[in-house]
Structures are given as C-alpha cells and as structure tokens.
C-alpha cells in the first residue's frame, strides 16, 4: 500500500504539479486539500479536499475525515497553521501551531525575536483604520527612512520605503488601498487590518532554504539576491547559489536563521528565511545579520527548480516528499554546480498582448528553461500592489557569476507587448454595472 502525503496549498498550480511529478517517482499517493468552494464538483480534477483557510476547525476535520495520511506537507504561508494543527492531531512530526502562527505574521515574529535577544529594527505596528502620522517618525527614535509593510503578505507585496514625510503619505495611501481591496477581503484575516512602520535596515540581502529534522537544522541553500533591494520597493529578480558571500558571512547567516527559527518555536518541516546582512567595520568581527522573516516552509513559485540534490540530481519537491515520510537530511547536499532563477518582474501595469524573444532567451549559454506563467490577455499590476511574475528564467553553469549573467542576458532578449488599461472603457462598464443592477 503507497504512502499517503497530504499536500495544502491555495490552488492546484505549477508548484503543486511539480510535487505530483515527485510523487509518482516515489510512488506515493498524494492528497490534495486546497482553498476552494466545497459546492462545486471537483473544478481542478484532482480529488482535493475543499477546504476554507479562514475556517481552521472545518478544515482540519476535512481532512481528518479524508482517511489515512503518512506525512504532511504546505506550500505558501496561509495553510501552513492547518498543517501544523492536522501533524499535531495525528501524530505526526511538524511544525507547532503557535510557531506556523506566528511565522504568518510579521508583527508577532518581530516581537518573538525581539523577546529573544535578537537583532531586529525598530518598528510600530499599527491598523490601517487608524494609520500613523508622517510627523510620528520624524524625530530621533523613529527616524527615516523607514519601512511600510503588511503583516500577513508574502512576496515583498505592499512593502514600500519612505525617506520623508511626503513618502510616507504617499505610501501609506497606497498600502490602505491594498488592504481593502476584495481579493484580500474575501480572504477573511483578520491580520489584514494591521500593519507594520519598521527602520529600514541597509546592507546584501540573502535568502536561506532549509529543514529542521526535530529540531536540528539543515541548511539546503544559501542564495544571493545580487540586485540591491533599498526600495521604493523591495521585488525579488535574482536568487543565484551558492552564495559568493565569504565563509563568516555564511556562518553568521545561517547561525542567524537557526537561532530565529528556534525562538518563533518551529520544529520539524521545511523553513524559508530572508535576512539583511550589514558588514562589520572593524577587522576580526562577523557581520551583523537581522533576519527579516522565517517561513515555515519552502520556496515559493517555481524557484525551487534552481535547487537539485545529489548525483540524482533529485528536486527540491522529492526531497521534502521523502522528510515529510521520515527520511532524515544528513546526506542531502545540493549538487556542485552553481544555479539560479530569475523571477521576470512586470514593468508597468497593462494588459499582456504577447512575449517575443523566447527562442534566443533559451539560446543562452547556461539558460536551461525560461518559462512564461502570466497568460495572454491577463490584467498585469506590477509591486508593490501586484502578487504575480511574468514568469521565470533558469541558468546553471560551474560559477555563480556565469549564473547571473546568463539571467541577465536571457531577461534582456525577451521583449513584452503590454497594452495600457482604458480607463474610460472601464469608468464605463462600472457606471453600467451600477445602472443594471
């Protein structure tokens, strides 16, 4: 009888099917729970679980009720507490509920790390209803620039810095009109009326991909963001490993990671951290690193291609398949060679018409796969507003120079046709929906 791995997540999408490939490899049975209506017969034909996110007792006896699991696994922040409540209630090694609870919410993850000792910037949290003035941070305690940011979005969505007063007007504008738009509306969180002022913390920006097997810590990848992220906005493009970073740099990034991890209380599962790294200024002394958030689990979209482990050249899906049945990581090492993901950014704000210069994009020496995951005629918003990429571009070669220049050299073949919106046409069909009914 084939083991049974249940996978959560928002939809069946490109990163769900790349853990059904790895399943049908292993032969395990894998059971979908995702985010839909329940009344409708099965629209993505895979025989998921429907499931309400903002609902957390329905939806773990939704699953509970669906038969025998072996192993559990989320992909994206909002399942990742029903996750933790399901392992919990069957046994099964993962993370706690409290820690995935508190990974979702940046609030609660900087007074957590905060508590413990560890670097992290000043901040103020606040609601969106009741918003604090310019004025508030232009004194010697909460100086510019500054940080605006949602407490419960993922993807650098709705972070935006603000250098003077006029900046944080405008910012804070902008991320009132995020928060109350429908899509996040009808997600019922609650978290989503409150938001974050945080000092803006200067320096490389890392990311850190990694499993606690009970409580250890397994590092699976350090990644460079080679483009410096200080804002207005913060969009990740580049993730190239490893890391050119030297080895006390590395050292404090990942003691930083297991020491934040350890005081939000995550246990068991896949981990994704993002952190700052400021160099020291005096000789002899480690870099200082302020971890900006830890995940509870893995990378997101399909930036986990650019990962593979061992002389198999096993994905990234195989091997959380293979923790969450109880296999343990201490002899999965990511392969020698260097690799990395471009993550296409949308350029401005349209609607996509078409995309030419694929065939010389994947012509590049070291580009293995460019993938376009926006559809024609879709609506495109750009960040900080937008929650979405063009698509992806992935590169492997023998350095990590090599990597981020054959990335860059793809990106700058690829040419996209994007339609403005019309805002008459649109002011229209509003004022006709109001006339109709």
Same mark, same amino acid.
């Given at each position: 009888?084939?083991?049974?791995?249940?996978?959560?997540?928002?939809?069946?999408?490109?990163?769900?099917?790349?853990?059904?490939?790895?399943?049908?490899?292993?032969?395990?049975?894998?059971?979908?729970?995702?985010?839909?209506?329940?009344?409708?017969?099965?629209?993505?034909?895979?025989?998921?679980?429907?499931?309400?996110?903002?609902?957390?007792?329905?939806?773990?006896?939704?699953?509970?009720?669906?038969?025998?699991?072996?192993?559990?696994?989320?992909?994206?922040?909002?399942?990742?507490?029903?996750?933790?409540?399901?392992?919990?209630?069957?046994?099964?090694?993962?993370?706690?509920?409290?820690?995935?609870?508190?990974?979702?919410?940046?609030?609660?993850?900087?007074?957590?790390?905060?508590?413990?000792?560890?670097?992290?910037?000043?901040?103020?949290?606040?609601?969106?209803?009741?918003?604090?003035?310019?004025?508030?941070?232009?004194?010697?305690?909460?100086?510019?620039?500054?940080?605006?940011? *949602?407490?419960?979005?993922?993807?650098?969505?709705?972070?935006?810095?603000?250098?003077?007063?006029?900046?944080?007007?405008?910012?804070?504008?902008?991320?009132?009109?995020?928060?109350?738009?429908?899509?996040?509306?009808?997600?019922?969180?609650?978290?989503?009326?409150?938001?974050?002022?945080?000092?803006?913390?200067?320096?490389?920006?890392?990311?850190?991909?990694?499993?606690?097997?009970?409580?250890?810590?397994?590092?699976?990848?350090?990644?460079?963001?080679?483009?410096?992220?200080?804002?207005?906005?913060?969009?990740?493009?580049?993730?190239?490993?490893?890391?050119?970073?030297?080895?006390?740099?590395?050292?404090?990034?990942?003691?930083?990671?297991?020491?934040?991890?350890?005081?939000?209380?995550?246990?068991?599962? *896949?981990?994704?951290?993002?952190?700052?790294?400021?160099?020291?200024?005096?000789?002899?002394?480690?870099?200082?690193?302020?971890?900006?958030?830890?995940?509870?689990?893995?990378?997101?979209?399909?930036?986990?291609?650019?990962?593979?482990?061992?002389?198999?050249?096993?994905?990234?899906?195989?091997?959380?398949?293979?923790?969450?049945?109880?296999?343990?990581?201490?002899?999965?090492?990511?392969?020698?060679?260097?690799?990395?993901?471009?993550?296409?950014?949308?350029?401005?704000?349209?609607?996509?018409?078409?995309?030419?210069?694929?065939?010389?994009?994947?012509?590049?020496?070291?580009?293995?796969?460019?993938?376009?995951?926006?559809?024609?005629?879709?609506?495109?918003?750009?960040?900080?507003?937008?929650?979405?990429?063009?698509?992806?571009?992935?590169?492997?070669?023998?350095? *990590?120079?090599?990597?981020?220049?054959?990335?860059?050299?793809?990106?700058?073949?690829?040419?996209?046709?994007?339609?403005?919106?019309? *805002?008459?046409?649109?002011?229209?069909?509003?004022?006709?929906?109001?006339?109709?009914?």
């Amino acid at each position: 009888m084939p083991k049974r791995v249940l996978l959560l997540a928002t939809t069946t999408g490109y990163q769900t099917r790349a853990f059904g490939e790895a399943a049908e490899r292993l032969g395990v049975e894998l059971v979908f729970a995702t985010d839909r209506c329940d009344h409708l017969d099965d629209p993505w034909r895979d025989a998921a679980i429907p499931i309400r996110f903002y609902d957390e007792d329905a939806s773990v006896a939704a699953i509970l009720e669906a038969g025998r699991i072996d192993g559990i696994l989320a992909v994206g922040d909002r399942p990742t507490v029903i996750a933790a409540r399901v392992a919990q209630t069957l046994g099964l090694p993962g993370h706690p509920p409290d820690a995935a609870a508190i990974a979702q919410d940046k609030q609660r993850m900087r007074e957590c790390l905060r508590d413990a000792g560890l670097p992290v910037p000043w901040f103020v949290p606040f609601t969106i209803d009741q918003s604090p003035q310019p004025s508030a941070l232009s004194h010697d305690l909460w100086p510019y620039p500054c940080v605006l940011k *949602p407490v419960a979005l993922s993807g650098s969505r709705g972070v935006m810095r603000a250098d003077d007063d006029a900046s944080f007007a405008a910012a804070l504008d902008r991320l009132r009109a995020l928060m109350t738009l429908p899509e996040l509306r009808a997600e019922r969180n609650d978290a989503h009326t409150r938001a974050l002022v945080e000092g803006f913390i200067p320096g490389r920006e890392f990311a850190v991909e990694g499993l606690l097997h009970h409580g250890t810590f397994h590092v699976l990848a350090i990644f460079d963001k080679p483009d410096p992220l200080d804002g207005p906005f913060f969009e990740e493009t580049l993730y190239v490993t490893p890391s050119s970073a030297g080895a006390a740099a590395q050292s404090a990034i990942v003691g930083g990671v297991r020491r934040a991890a350890d005081a939000i209380g995550l246990r068991h599962g *896949p981990v994704h951290a993002e952190v700052r790294v400021n160099p020291s200024t005096r000789s002899g002394q480690a870099p200082a690193v302020c971890v900006l958030e830890v995940a509870a689990r893995p990378i997101g979209g399909l930036c986990a291609r650019a990962l593979r482990f061992g002389r198999a050249a096993m994905s990234l899906e195989e091997l959380l398949l293979r923790h969450a049945l109880g296999e343990s990581p201490d002899a999965w090492r990511r392969e020698e060679s260097a690799s990395g993901v471009m993550m296409i950014p949308i350029p401005r704000r349209g609607v996509l018409r078409r995309v030419e210069g694929m065939d010389e994009a994947r012509a590049v020496a070291g580009v293995e796969d460019v993938r376009i995951t926006a559809k024609i005629d879709q609506r495109l918003v750009p960040l900080p507003e937008g929650a979405s990429y063009l698509g992806f571009v992935f590169a492997r070669a023998a350095d *990590p120079r090599d990597v981020e220049a054959a990335l860059r050299a793809a990106h700058a073949r690829l040419r996209f046709a994007i339609d403005p919106e019309l *805002p008459v046409l649109a002011a229209a069909q509003v004022h006709y929906n109001h006339e109709h009914g």
